[in-house]
């Protein structure tokens, strides 16, 4: 029989034991949830660096080019009848009848000086004989019998800078006074200066607005240009300019478009951060926004409106919209949960764009939620691409047939994800928030599903913003959000935007010295008038 002493001995050590083996479990346990949350770190400072090296130095597009087609991923599209197409079958379809055959490879046709320059107009310059070759050796004269083109040439001039005079004729009754005792004199009417007292021509101000908000241009640098032409032309005045001209014509143009858009039953919606150094109250590095809106691709009329505002709160976008009802289609941006009598819907090309971002290098959709959560997003696509140009009601009734389907497919999918992190768990969570707003387009025929409209409108803004850099005062950040949604609004309207920038600014100053309140109708950028005169290319 074991004494009792080394009983008690022997089971002592053994609860010492299981103490260590609990504390060494408790450590390894410890270890394996640091070492988790080390991965977890680790692999979202990888998407990070991975989703800067995509922004630098990869495709602009979106297209599912970013994951590997090895057989898994569905680089597909949908063919009228409802099959499914690979997208390489589907572009050598598309591209048969525009490629020639050279050796060994085949290649797009060269586009012709026809098809470059369509719209610009011809100057023929003819080469003839001297006059003594125009006669054979009898001193017969030949007969023309035709004239062969050699070549065509692309030319452009400089252009040019110089001072209109204007002057108006003078009379007099030289009898009048004999008889009446006062003179009679009369003077021709006086055009109306674009800005008074200043030598700011329509032609010049549209060339400042031009440069800086289309082309990009800082006025900075455009002072520069202006030297070069011999115009001492300092940026300060430009900036005046086109201030003062924001507020004296275009604001209108501004204002009457907007009444136009809050009566369309679809908006679309974004903003963008910008930089204004002199705002009361606030320091430079605090940034404002500019707040976009857009009419929809199917909307009779076509704008593109930006408001500056010095935050980024709802009620920013709240005021905008007073007074709309219809469908706002937005990101998933919390601010614009506070409007009021909406139906708000989201954008699937934001989704698409979280599963981009949380997708890892080399990513198929045999190894990669975020690959698989991304071609989802492109089989939505693919049946939109289809269906774009049937009557909103077929094509709400398409989605419910072929698109819903994949949604409640997509959404049961997302359940089994199990514990994301990192940028796939925003993946999943954006998808989860904003699956009411993300669903809406299926039953509204006359949206789209994404957000890519007005976007796509803001892309000269985010262009001209990283070379003119800020704004210096409110003032002139109100004056660029004006301008730009004139130049917008005319490029959706399919104008030559400097065209129109320079009717509205030549025809307004007389319009509005006869009439401080005359109509406009006639100058928004879908009159037939306006299209007529604004045209490209000509």
Same mark, same amino acid.
Not at 295 to 307: D, E, G, N, T, V
């Given at each position: 029989?074991?004494?009792?002493?080394?009983?008690?001995?022997?089971l002592?050590q053994?609860?010492?034991?299981?103490?260590?083996?609990?504390?060494?479990?408790?450590t390894?346990?410890k270890?394996?949830?640091?070492?988790?949350?080390?991965?977890?770190?680790?692999?979202e400072?990888?998407?990070?660096?991975?989703?800067?090296?995509?922004?630098?130095?990869?495709?602009?597009?979106?297209?599912?080019? &970013?994951?590997?087609?090895?057989?898994?991923?569905?680089?597909? $599209?949908? #063919? !009228?009848?409802g099959? +499914?197409? =690979?997208?390489?079958?589907?572009?050598?379809?598309?591209?048969?009848?525009?490629?020639?055959?050279?050796?060994a490879?085949?290649?797009?046709?060269?586009?012709t000086?026809?098809?470059?320059?369509?719209?610009?107009?011809?100057?023929?310059?003819?080469?003839d004989?001297?006059?003594d070759?125009?006669?054979?050796?009898?001193?017969?004269?030949?007969?023309c019998i035709?004239?062969?083109?050699?070549r065509?040439?692309?030319?452009?001039?400089?252009?040019?800078?110089?001072?209109?005079?204007? &002057?108006?004729?003078?009379?007099?009754?030289?009898?009048?006074? $004999?008889? #009446? !005792?006062?003179?009679? +004199?009369? =003077?021709a009417?006086?055009?109306?200066?674009?800005?008074?007292?200043?030598?700011?021509?329509?032609?010049?101000?549209?060339?400042?607005?031009?440069?800086?908000?289309?082309?990009?241009?800082?006025?900075y640098?455009?002072?520069?240009?202006?030297?070069?032409?011999?115009?001492?032309?300092?940026?300060g005045?430009?900036?005046?300019?086109?201030?003062?001209?924001?507020q004296?014509?275009?604001?209108?143009?501004?204002?009457k478009?907007?009444?136009?858009?809050?009566?369309?039953?679809?908006?679309?919606a974004?903003?963008?951060?910008?930089?204004?150094?002199?705002e009361?109250g606030?320091?430079?590095?605090?940034?404002?926004?500019?707040?976009?809106?857009s009419?929809?691709?199917?909307?009779?009329y076509?704008?593109?409106?930006?408001?500056?505002?010095?935050?980024?709160?709802?009620?920013?976008?709240t005021?905008?919209?007073?007074?709309?009802a219809?469908?706002?289609?937005?990101?998933?941006?919390?601010?614009?949960?506070?409007?009021?009598?909406?139906?708000?819907?989201?954008?699937?090309?934001?989704?698409?764009?979280k599963?981009?971002?949380?997708?890892p290098?080399?990513?198929?959709t045999?190894n990669?939620?975020?690959?698989?959560?991304?071609?989802?997003?492109?089989?939505i696509?693919?049946?939109?691409?289809?269906?774009?140009?049937?009557?909103?009601?077929?094509?709400?009734?398409?989605?419910?047939?072929?698109t819903?389907?994949?949604?409640?497919?997509?959404y049961?999918?997302?359940?089994?994800?199990f514990?994301?992190?990192?940028?796939l768990?925003?993946?999943v969570?954006?998808?989860?928030?904003?699956?009411?707003?993300?669903?809406?387009?299926?039953?509204?025929?006359?949206?789209?599903?994404?957000?890519?409209?007005v976007?796509?409108?803001?892309?000269?803004?985010?262009?001209?913003?990283?070379?003119?850099?800020?704004c210096?005062?409110?003032?002139?950040?109100?004056?660029?959000?004006?301008?730009?949604s004139?130049?917008?609004?005319?490029?959706?309207?399919?104008?030559?935007?400097e065209?129109y920038?320079n009717?509205?600014?030549?025809?307004?100053?007389?319009?509005f010295?006869?009439?401080p309140?005359a109509?406009?109708?006639?100058?928004?950028?879908w009159?037939?008038?306006?299209?007529?005169?604004?045209?490209l290319?000509?």
């Amino acid at each position: 029989m074991v004494p009792k002493a080394m009983l008690d001995m022997v089971l002592d050590q053994l609860s010492m034991l299981r103490e260590q083996v609990a504390k060494m479990q408790e450590t390894i346990e410890k270890l394996v949830e640091d070492n988790r949350k080390k991965d977890a770190i680790i692999e979202e400072k990888n998407q990070i660096i991975l989703n800067a090296n995509r922004a630098r130095f990869g495709q602009s597009s979106e297209q599912r080019k &970013y994951v590997l087609s090895d057989g898994q991923l569905s680089m597909f $599209e949908i #063919t !009228g009848d409802g099959n +499914i197409q =690979r997208e390489a079958e589907s572009e050598k379809a598309t591209e048969e009848n525009n490629t020639v055959t050279v050796a060994a490879h085949t290649r797009k046709a060269k586009r012709t000086m026809e098809e470059l320059c369509a719209n610009l107009p011809v100057e023929e310059i003819v080469t003839d004989l001297p006059e003594d070759e125009k006669v054979n050796a009898q001193g017969e004269p030949l007969k023309c019998i035709g004239k062969t083109e050699v070549r065509s040439e692309l030319i452009k001039e400089p252009q040019k800078a110089y001072v209109r005079k204007y &002057y108006i004729m003078v009379y007099a009754d030289p009898k009048a006074e $004999e008889r #009446t !005792g006062e003179a009679d +004199i009369r =003077r021709a009417p006086t055009p109306a200066p674009l800005i008074p007292h200043s030598y700011a021509s329509a032609s010049v101000v549209t060339d400042v607005i031009v440069s800086k908000y289309m082309d990009a241009i800082p006025l900075y640098r455009q002072e520069q240009i202006w030297k070069r032409y011999g115009v001492d032309l300092k940026r300060g005045t430009m900036s005046k300019w086109v201030i003062t001209v924001a507020q004296m014509y275009l604001k209108i143009i501004w204002k009457k478009m907007k009444e136009y858009l809050l009566k369309l039953p679809v908006i679309h919606a974004d903003e963008t951060a910008l930089q204004v150094n002199k705002e009361p109250g606030r320091t430079p590095q605090q940034e404002s926004r500019i707040w976009a809106y857009s009419s929809s691709k199917r909307a009779p009329y076509q704008m593109r409106l930006f408001q500056y505002e010095q935050s980024r709160k709802g009620a920013c976008a709240t005021n905008f919209l007073e007074g709309f009802a219809g469908i706002l289609v937005t990101d998933g941006y919390s601010g614009y949960g506070v409007i009021g009598e909406i139906i708000r819907a989201g954008c699937w090309a934001h989704m698409r764009r979280k599963w981009l971002e949380a997708m890892p290098k080399g990513a198929t959709t045999e190894n990669s939620a975020a690959a698989k959560g991304y071609e989802f997003c492109g089989r939505i696509f693919d049946v939109e691409r289809m269906i774009e140009d049937l009557p909103d009601k077929e094509r709400a009734a398409k989605r419910q047939k072929m698109t819903k389907p994949i949604i409640d497919e997509y959404y049961a999918w997302i359940e089994t994800i199990f514990k994301p992190s990192g940028k796939l768990k925003e993946a999943v969570t954006y998808a989860i928030n904003q699956k009411e707003y993300l669903c809406t387009f299926l039953y509204h025929g006359e949206i789209e599903a994404s957000n890519n409209t007005v976007e796509n409108a803001q892309r000269g803004v985010v262009l001209g913003r990283k070379n003119w850099l800020f704004c210096d005062t409110p003032d002139g950040a109100q004056a660029s959000v004006i301008a730009d949604s004139i130049l917008e609004s005319a490029k959706a309207n399919g104008l030559n935007p400097e065209k129109y920038m320079n009717h509205i600014l030549t025809v307004l100053p007389d319009r509005f010295a006869k009439e401080p309140n005359a109509d406009i109708e006639d100058l928004l950028p879908w009159n037939d008038q306006i299209k007529e005169i604004c045209k490209l290319g000509v």
